[in-house]
């Protein structure tokens, strides 16, 4: 019971610095916090784990998005379960160039989930605002791909580095 | 077996967990709670919010100092002249005051306002801010969002009980009908461009706008009233050949920087 209360804190933490501090750091809002997470931890700590954290994650999140509440879960949980299906079923040797190609097939279903949904709740005038995909929004997309790469590097080079029983690699088999 | 039993129980448990929680938010029944964890948060989001603005705009290089120093004396000298300028105008009130009582108009509502801070933007959107006010305090969609004495920044697009979304006017899917200070008519339709502007559209071409020219809101929006400014004229794009012209704003402020702001609420707002 009691590491469910560390998920649910470590998971606030994360809400909090993905919308009130990385926010307002200009380019650096392009990177997608929770997305990067997630993936990493649905990649070295499992599916179960994933699974858990989408559903925090998704349910604070959703709480200051304009999206109605549930649908950031289901885009979370959605992303989690493709990814597991290729990492288990796909990239079976799993490596560090695994890991990145999972975090830009994760980058562009969030971005492709997100923008339905969002489509799909304007037209049922549910919100009244809907994404327009222009030169900028593309461009910060570009910018999420790249820092979502970096991140997850820096986050892979750390859990290599600390916690040795995961027994990560570049190149070889796991 | 067991093992993956048990992992597919917790997954189900947390599963209807969560399908309860949001049907018991959609019936109101945790509003309360919702209340007490937003409040409590939000502080905590609007300290680190405000920090890290201040923080990323900290790092000031000398050639940036250098011109913020020269743009300080220009606008010293520009304050001046808008002193005179508000003293004639403050004149032409008392005027046009002294008309309306005498021909028995009837006098413009006032308009009430709720200071709110910002507590981060939505993460799915650019040019949004939201705030830690929402329709318990009054607030609805398409009000006026201000900061300082009466700079329009944004609407308000999405109001929950404790939280409220405002979009920047820099946003493509902003509009605003805007006029130029010296008419009072509404002139044109502004709208964001590329989170960085403002482009004022349909203008007509007999109305005559010049560089530095102010823009304000024409008051023909229901809960937006006239007088908000916008900002400065700072491109032309007019064509003989063209019913229209259309004019870029540079706003006052810095969008990026805000971390405190007014939303108007107008004064019949329970009649909504």
């Known amino acids: 019971m009691i590491k469910y209360i560390y998920y649910l804190l470590i998971s606030l933490f994360l809400v909090f610095i993905a919308q009130s501090v990385l926010s307002p750091l200009g380019i650096l809002s392009n990177l997608n916090l929770l997305l990067v997470v997630l993936v990493f931890i649905t990649v070295i700590f499992g599916f179960n784990l994933g699974f858990i954290f989408a559903v925090l994650i998704g349910f604070l999140a959703n709480i200051y998005s304009f999206l109605p509440l549930g649908s950031l879960i289901i885009s979370y949980l959605a992303i989690i379960a493709v990814i597991n299906f290729f990492y288990k079923n796909v990239f079976i040797n799993f490596s560090f160039y695994t890991i990145l190609i999972l975090i830009l097939i994760a980058t562009f279903l969030n971005f492709f989930i997100i923008y339905l949904l969002n489509l799909f709740f304007y037209f049922l005038g549910v919100v009244s605002l809907y994404v327009i995909v222009d030169k900028i929004f593309l461009l910060n997309l570009l910018w999420q791909f790249l820092l979502n790469l970096l991140f997850i590097t820096i986050l892979y080079f750390i859990a290599k580095f600390t916690i040795k029983k995961l027994n990560l690699a570049f190149l070889i088999k796991k | ?272």
């Open chain 2, 1 to 272: 077996m067991d093992k993956n039993k048990k992992n597919k129980l917790i997954k189900v448990y947390i599963l209807a967990v969560i399908i309860l929680l949001v049907f018991f938010y959609y019936l109101g029944v945790l509003v309360k709670g919702e209340n007490y964890f937003l409040s409590s948060f939000s502080l905590l989001q609007n300290k680190g919010y405000e920090f890290f603005t201040k923080f990323r705009y900290s790092f000031i290089s000398y050639q940036e100092a250098q011109d913020l120093k020269k743009k300080n004396a220009d606008l010293k000298h520009e304050l001046g002249q808008l002193y005179y300028e508000n003293a004639q105008l403050l004149a032409y009130k008392v005027e046009n005051e002294n008309f309306r009582s005498m021909l028995n108009f009837f006098e413009e509502k006032d308009f009430d306002y709720i200071v709110a801070k910002v507590i981060g933007r939505d993460l799915n959107r650019n040019n949004t801010l939201i705030i830690n006010k929402g329709l318990k305090d009054g607030i609805k969609n398409g009000y006026a969002a201000v900061v300082g004495e009466g700079m329009i920044v944004g609407k308000v697009v999405e109001c929950k009980e404790n939280l409220s979304t405002v979009l920047l006017l820099t946003d493509q899917a902003s509009q605003l009908a805007v006029s130029v200070v010296f008419s009072n008519k509404t002139t044109g339709l502004a709208r964001g461009e590329f989170g960085l502007s403002i482009k004022v559209d349909f203008i007509p071409q007999d109305i005559k706008i010049a560089l530095e020219d102010i823009f304000i809101t024409s008051g023909l929006e229901k809960n937006i009233p006239r007088g908000l400014v916008l900002g400065k004229v700072n491109r032309i794009i007019s064509h003989e050949s063209d019913l229209f012209k259309t004019i870029t704003i540079n706003p006052f402020i810095n969008y990026e920087e805000i971390t405190n702001l007014s939303v108007i609420l107008p004064q019949d707002y329970s009649d909504d």
